[in-house]
């Protein structure tokens, strides 16, 4: 089991910048991805940014150039930069891991981001 606590969300001018950060712990030795999704009222959660233990990265195309998702394997922490924040950046961030075995994913409890035009 994993366990992932979400922290640094909250409300930002469009324009601004936030940072998120997720713990896991647990069986965390077994973690091959790690990631953020985010859900908007009304929409399917989808990937805003993803990084595998070796460090390869993949964005959504609407937050390439504008985001940076990093990890701490030491910290077995993730964490996403978010910069020239937008109003349809706005939703509630999830936390993911998949793990080596099965490809079991795990979720935080999400974290809301809100862009204020």
């Known amino acids: 089991q994993v366990q992932l606590v979400e922290s640094g969300g909250g409300l930002v001018q469009a324009g601004g910048s936030l940072r998120l950060s997720c713990a896991a712990s647990g069986t965390t030795a077994g973690i091959a991805v790690m990631g953020w999704f985010r859900q908007a009222p009304g929409q399917e959660r989808g990937l805003v940014a993803s990084?595998?233990?070796?460090?390869?990265?993949k964005y959504a195309d609407s937050v390439k150039g504008r985001f940076t998702i990093s990890r701490d394997n030491a910290k077995n922490t993730v964490y996403l930069q978010m910069n020239s924040l937008k109003s349809e950046d706005t939703a509630v961030y999830y936390c993911?891991?998949?793990?080596?075995?099965?490809?079991?994913?795990?979720w935080g409890q999400g974290t809301q981001v809100t862009v204020s035009s």
């Open positions: 990084i595998g233990s070796g460090g390869t990265t």
């Open positions: 993911n891991v998949v793990m080596r075995i099965w490809e079991t994913n795990y």
